[in-house]
Each structure stands twice: as C-alpha cells, then as structure tokens.
C-alpha cells in the first residue's frame, strides 16, 4: 500500500499511479528522537478506481471458485 520514492518529483509525476500513497522520504524528516514527519503523496481518484476494480475482480475470482 505504501511505496516510498528516492528521486526528486513533484506531485504532477504521481498522477494515474495505482499505489495510493507514496511516501517522499527527501521531503520526510526526523523532528527528534521520537517523532517523524511524512510528505504521503496520493492520487486519490486514480488509485481509489485502481483499488476498488482490483477488489471487484477478487470478488468474482473468489465466487467463481
């Protein structure tokens, strides 16, 4: 569900990805020894479609059985 990226991008390059969230570890940082913030991209319309297809064929691949 989580895929984390290296390369410099900017959120235009995550459109039509189907992961549903990306983790941007250039922009992510440790505030101190005990917390951590997170820049989590997302295209929500593309991998929510993506998603909810792939759960659609599970459901027909597991009635068919």
Same mark, same amino acid.
């Given at each position: 569900?989580?895929?984390?990226?290296? =390369?410099y991008?900017?959120?235009? &390059?995550?459109?039509?990805?189907?992961?549903?969230?990306?983790?941007?570890?250039?922009?992510? *940082?440790?505030?101190?020894n005990?917390?951590? =913030?997170f820049?989590?991209?997302y &295209?929500?319309?593309?991998?929510?479609?993506?998603?909810?297809?792939?759960?659609?064929?599970? *459901?027909?691949?597991?009635?068919?059985?």
């Amino acid at each position: 569900i989580l895929v984390e990226k290296t =390369k410099y991008k900017v959120s235009s &390059d995550y459109m039509t990805t189907t992961c549903p969230s990306i983790v941007d570890s250039n922009a992510s *940082m440790n505030l101190n020894n005990n917390q951590f =913030k997170f820049l989590i991209r997302y &295209d929500n319309e593309w991998s929510y479609s993506y998603k909810v297809i792939k759960l659609l064929l599970h *459901m027909i691949d597991y009635n068919n059985k």
